[in-house]
């Protein structure tokens, strides 16, 4: 049974950060893409960024680069989204998804999703 486990959200001040992971079994993680969603109360879920299989090649919405970076450890089958300076408008769960061929933003396109995790920014 594949599952992909987020966790390491929680409540953070305006200007800090959080590293949240993504823990996969059932699967051969290096196998697949991975990428990260978010969703605001209220607002349709979107694109955050991607990792490529090895990890060679990342992609982060431009909106939150220079904020937010991917990474992956495939010896763990983990993958990790570094999120630094903090605003309100963060304040979302954040899902991570996987795709053994898909590599990209249109989360339909990912096959495996985990159930979230909450990240609360406050003001």
């Known amino acids: 049974q594949v599952q992909l486990v987020e966790s390491g959200g929680g409540l953070v001040q305006a200007g800090g950060s959080l590293r949240i992971s993504c823990a996969a079994s059932?699967?051969?993680?290096?196998?697949?893409?991975m990428g990260w969603f978010r969703q605001a109360p209220g607002k349709e879920r979107e694109f955050v960024a991607a990792?490529?299989?090895?990890?060679?090649?990342?992609s982060v919405v431009d909106s939150l680069k220079g904020r937010f970076t991917v990474s992956r450890d495939n010896a763990k089958n983990t993958g990790y989204l570094q999120m630094s300076s903090l605003k309100p408008e963060d304040t979302a769960i954040y899902y991570c998804?996987?795709?053994?061929?898909?590599?990209?933003?249109?989360?339909?396109?990912?096959?495996?999703r985990g159930q979230g995790t909450q990240v609360t920014v406050s003001s």
């Open positions: 998804a996987g795709a053994k061929i898909y590599y990209g933003t249109a989360e339909n396109m990912y096959v495996y």
């Open positions: 059932g699967l051969t993680f290096s196998d697949y893409h």
């Open positions: 990792i490529s299989k090895s990890g060679g090649s990342t």
